[in-house]
């Protein structure tokens, strides 16, 4: 079974710009959570989807960030400007709906100078 | 508040040795779900052990076990027989609304 797929694996950015992270969840897996994880920290959750349809995106910086699930499978997350404090990795999960156990993709670590 | 705490930012074990690192948490909640991740440098977060709290038997998945203290909200992680392969960062987390909470994570050494 194919896991989390999360592209790309690194992105180095200046401040200012913007740029899109992509995820697939795991076939099946109708609930799908993107995490912010800042270096030395645990990750924080920023949106969770169902389906094509957010569940809680009270954690998302909505002046900067947007997220969308079109069709209810793959996900993109997106950010603009990026401010040099975005620098962390970003962590796509996904889940059964409604089942406790998450499981993550390999993240993609962005770097804002 | 619910929230979840690991106090040891570092541990190191030797090799072929026993480790236990230790997590707090913090919830009015009834129904939740305690877990372990490991990370390691490549950053993909794998699960380690889950454990339900209605449950009283402490989960066990090979050489890694927890001790579940539901009454104290204290739930560690032993790793047993380490390998050079378990030194990563591991993050206990809890499952509670809806939501999983994580703690802030401890770097586990194991020495050759």
């Known amino acids: 079974e194919a896991g989390v797929a999360q592209s790309p694996r690194y992105k180095i950015i200046e401040k200012r710009q913007s740029v899109a992270f992509w995820c697939n969840p795991i076939?099946?897996?109708?609930?799908l959570y993107w995490y912010q994880q800042i270096l030395g920290q645990g990750p924080k959750l920023l949106i969770q989807f169902q389906n094509n349809g957010v569940v809680d995106d009270s954690q998302l910086p909505k002046d900067r960030f947007s997220a969308e699930r079109l069709k209810g499978v793959d996900s993109t997350l997106k950010i603009q400007p990026a401010k040099l404090e975005d620098s962390a990795v970003y962590l796509c999960?996904?889940?059964?709906?409604?089942?406790?156990?998450?499981?993550f993709g390999p993240g993609t670590r962005l770097l804002v100078l | 508040a619910q929230t979840v705490t690991q106090s040891q930012p570092e541990m190191s074990v030797q090799e072929a040795e026993t480790v236990t690192l230790s997590c707090t948490y913090d919830t009015s909640e009834s129904d939740y779900y305690l877990f372990w991740y490991k990370q390691p440098p490549s950053r993909q977060m794998i699960l380690v052990i889950r454990q339900e709290a209605y449950k009283q038997q402490n989960a066990t998945e090979n050489r890694f076990s927890v001790n579940f203290q539901k009454a104290a909200k204290s739930f560690s992680l032993k790793i047993s027989d380490s390998q050079l392969g378990d030194a990563a960062m591991y993050f206990c987390a809890c499952y509670m609304t809806g939501k999983l909470i994580f703690g802030q994570g401890t770097t586990l050494q194991v020495k050759p």
């Open positions: 076939s099946g897996h109708a609930t």
């Open positions: 999960a996904s889940s059964f709906p409604g089942q406790e156990t998450q499981y």
